[in-house]
């Protein structure tokens, strides 16, 4: 029988945490941890996971519901101040096999982004050939960049 850590994406970098490159643990507290999102076109297409397995969003304690409120709003500004973004789009469906685990794309929706690109339709930015994904470097710049425009702001409210 599998365990969620051998199994879940989300869980094994959770598992890593202290070795993770700065994409990988932008901001975290007790609850959550906000990652780049990987094989995206974007730059800072962010991911909030859940620090505990959590398959259905139904499942969420009131306290990392609370929180998550929390922190779609201020990392959604921070994705404002540093990617000029319009809007955030949130989503989340945790439907792929590995990455069941509830997790919420924040998705910076640049001005001008093309009109067959608007909506749900962001998500063809996902998947891009190698050429096209944001280089490694360039999501650690935008890790350290909402890092340090949320300075000591907390996150979220944990107890």
Same mark, same amino acid.
């Given at each position: 029988?599998?365990?969620?850590?051998?199994?879940?994406?989300?869980? *094994? !970098?959770?598992?890593?945490?202290?070795?993770?490159?700065?994409?990988?643990?932008?901001?975290?507290?007790?609850?959550?941890?906000?990652?780049?999102?990987?094989?995206?076109?974007?730059?800072?297409?962010?991911?909030?996971?859940?620090?505990?397995?959590?398959?259905?969003?139904?499942?969420?304690?009131?306290?990392?519901?609370? =929180?998550?409120?929390?922190? !779609? /709003?201020?990392?959604?500004?921070?994705?404002?101040?540093?990617?000029?973004?319009?809007?955030?789009?949130?989503? !989340?469906?945790?439907?792929?096999?590995?990455?069941?685990?509830?997790?919420?794309?924040? /998705?910076? *929706?640049?001005? =001008?982004?093309?009109?067959?690109?608007?909506?749900?339709? /962001?998500?063809?930015?996902?998947?891009?050939?190698?050429?096209?994904? /944001?280089?490694?470097?360039?999501?650690?710049?935008?890790?350290?960049?909402?890092?340090?425009?949320? =300075?000591?702001?907390?996150?979220?409210?944990?107890?």
């Amino acid at each position: 029988m599998t365990t969620p850590s051998e199994t879940c994406f989300s869980c *094994r !970098q959770d598992a890593l945490y202290d070795t993770l490159p700065p994409r990988e643990r932008i901001v975290s507290d007790a609850l959550w941890r906000v990652t780049h999102a990987v094989g995206t076109s974007l730059p800072g297409w962010l991911v909030l996971v859940p620090r505990r397995h959590v398959t259905s969003i139904a499942d969420l304690t009131d306290d990392e519901a609370a =929180g998550l409120g929390l922190l !779609q /709003v201020h990392v959604s500004r921070a994705l404002r101040e540093v990617t000029g973004c319009a809007k955030t789009y949130v989503a !989340q469906f945790a439907e792929k096999p590995g990455f069941e685990h509830v997790h919420f794309h924040l /998705v910076p *929706r640049m001005a =001008g982004l093309a009109p067959e690109l608007l909506g749900p339709s /962001v998500f063809a930015l996902l998947n891009p050939s190698e050429a096209e994904r /944001v280089p490694t470097a360039e999501m650690d710049r935008v890790a350290l960049a909402i890092r340090r425009h949320l =300075g000591s702001v907390p996150i979220t409210s944990t107890p």
